[in-house]
């Protein structure tokens, strides 16, 4: 990149004039401005080149500009930019059903949002239909977007400003081996008993009153959480028995991610519903989506479906999900998530936990990793307080400052740094990423007993 600071400047003090930003106090924060990005990485205005291990937010799985993708929305916006959703358009029809055709079961219907917060909101609306239930069950520590249904349903402080209009929700304990809410000894008893956990809650709910339970396959944001064996099964069984609609959110573990199409791909279980977005096109233009199963695409059969958007099924956003899931296959990039995680990221990382005392967990799969940052290895108190902001946040935003000086850009989350690159990223991206994150690591080891 070549360095430019003063149109750098320019740009962001446009920026701070205008520009109101997500989730920030808006008189603290001093956003980069960034001038382009390729592959595995992004640059800003003073020549400042950082290797991706955020991909965004965890949306850029093909990586950025990828050629082909951008090649098809040009395309596409010569041909059509925009239309109804209520007509048939060619890459509309197409991007439904390919991702129909890496869907499990019979979840051959898809309906397209502009991304995951409504994917979720409308799986919730159709299960609230199909059953004529009210309630929705979902998990303490998950992220399942901003709007009303989605942040409602949200399992960390995100969503306790929006604690108004919660009626129906009831949020319960996910499996956590490494920090158990059931006393387990093991991933498997920590399976079995989150499972009777929430059988007890159901019980207590009154099932026929529940239309729906939602669960991150892999939990993202909330610590890449994977379930212990047998979980998912435990909780497709007792959907069934009591008639409750499965919703997996696949946003954030979807298309390749975790090294395999959907993560739901590692663990056989199929949901009624899934919602998807983020990495069907990488975010280039805003795309997510609910996938429905047969029975109930049914019940909206003869009966019109209570939702709709302006922008559903957008072609631009269409055409660059095509391309995106066509050269993700063509390039065999899901492997290469799948082979990156396995001999690069896994091993390297549990290499440079045994260097650092403050590296209290290292969890995950293909470009999917936590590294749990602690104080103490033993008592596992976390390196920072839960929900630790300004001063006593101070150790992590040294430790996030540190790999930006080193030219990595990290996913940070209360006490967790996340591994969380392209699904395109090369070995020696990735390695010299991990050699970045090990020199930053002795920040956070300052800390941490040894
Ligand atoms: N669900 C999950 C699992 C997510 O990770 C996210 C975003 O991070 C969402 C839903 C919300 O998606 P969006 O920000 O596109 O609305």
Known sequence: ???????????????????????????????LAVAGAEGSYFWDYDGNRY?????????????????????????????????????????????????AERTPGDLDKIFF?????????????????????????SAYRSYHGATAAAINLTGEPR??????????VVHFFGPYPYRSNFHAESEEQEGERALEHLEQLIA???????????LETVVGTAGVLLPPPGYLAGVREICDRHGIVFILDEVMAGFGRTGRWFALDHYGVTPDLLTFAKGVN???????????????????????????????GHPLACASAVATMNTMAEEGIVENAARIGETVLGPGLREIAGRHPSVGEVRGTGVFWALELVKDAETREPLVPYNASGEANAPMAAFAAACKKRGLWPFV????????????????????????????????DEHATA
């Open 1 to 31: 990149p070549t360095a430019d600071p003063q149109a750098g400047q320019a740009v962001k003090a446009a920026d701070r004039a205008h520009v109101f930003h997500s989730w920030s106090a808006q008189g603290l924060i001093d956003p």
């Open 51 to 99: 290797l991706d291990f955020s991909s965004q937010l965890v949306n850029t799985n093909i990586g950025h500009q990828h050629p082909k993708v951008v090649a098809a929305i040009q395309e596409q916006a010569g041909k059509l930019c925009t239309v109804a959703p209520g007509f048939a358009v060619d890459v509309r029809s197409e991007a439904a059903r390919l991702v």
């Open 113 to 137: 949002t502009n991304g995951g917060a409504e994917a979720v909101e409308n799986a919730v609306r159709m299960a609230r239909v199909h059953t004529g239930r009210p309630k929705v069950l």
């Open 159 to 168: 969503r306790w400003a929006s604690d108004t209009g919660t009626a129906g």
């Open 204 to 214: 207590f709910e009154g099932p026929q009153s529940i239309a729906a339970l939602i």
């Open 282 to 312: 990488s975010g280039y233009v805003p795309l997510g989506g609910v996938a429905i199963s047969g029975e109930i695409a049914a019940t909206f059969d003869r009966r019109p479906y209570p939702g709709g958007l302006t922008y559903s």
């Open 413 to 444: 989350n209360m006490n967790r740094t996340h591994v969380v690159p392209p699904c395109t990223i090369s070995e020696t991206e990735a390695k010299d990423g991990l050699a970045a994150l090990d020199a930053a690591l002795a920040v956070a």
